[in-house]
């Protein structure tokens, strides 16, 4: 996850292209909700933990403005993710505007990179439940059976 806040070609996805960073931030935002899952499985949620991106936008201080948005999860995350398109209630600009449901992109990715800073300096260690340096994914190659893991 370090590795994405510090990607040049994300810097610059996010000032060029701002709508194609959208589904990008919000996967990120998601898994910064993870970590506060106790389940060791990346890809499980437990039952408290039902809605990781939600959990990020609750417990994560760098996200307090989004709060202001009812159901963000569902019309920023999952209209982004399944349809690249934001579901009515939202509109996605550059900058933030929360108070007419306006989402800056690199406002959100600034609150990424934020939170992503915070939990590296230990702020939220209480919280945290799983490192953003465990392993993420472990791809096993069948040819030649050697195991690459993604942090």
């Not at 996200?63 to 993710?81: A, H, P, S, T």
């Not at 449901?101 to 915070?118: P, Q, S």
Request: charged share 25%; aromatic share 8%.
């Amino acid at each position: 996850m370090q590795d994405f806040v510090e990607d040049r070609n994300v810097d610059s996805l996010v000032k060029n292209k701002p709508y194609y960073a959208f589904p990008l931030i919000a996967c990120f935002v998601e898994l910064l909700g993870k970590c506060l899952d106790p389940n060791p499985n990346w890809n499980k949620n437990s039952k408290k933990h039902k809605n990781p991106f939600s959990d990020a936008i609750q417990h994560y201080d760098s996200f307090i403005q989004y709060r202001e948005i009812d159901n963000l999860e569902d019309l920023l995350r999952n209209g982004m993710i399944h349809t690249v398109c934001p579901k009515d209630g939202i509109k996605l600009a550059s900058d933030n505007d929360i108070n007419n449901n306006i989402i800056g992109c690199e406002d959100l990715y600034e609150a990424v990179k934020t939170t992503v800073k915070k939990i590296k300096e230990g702020v939220y260690d209480k919280l945290i439940k799983k490192s953003i340096n465990s392993p993420y994914i472990s791809i096993e190659n069948g040819i030649t059976g050697n195991t690459n893991t993604i942090k």
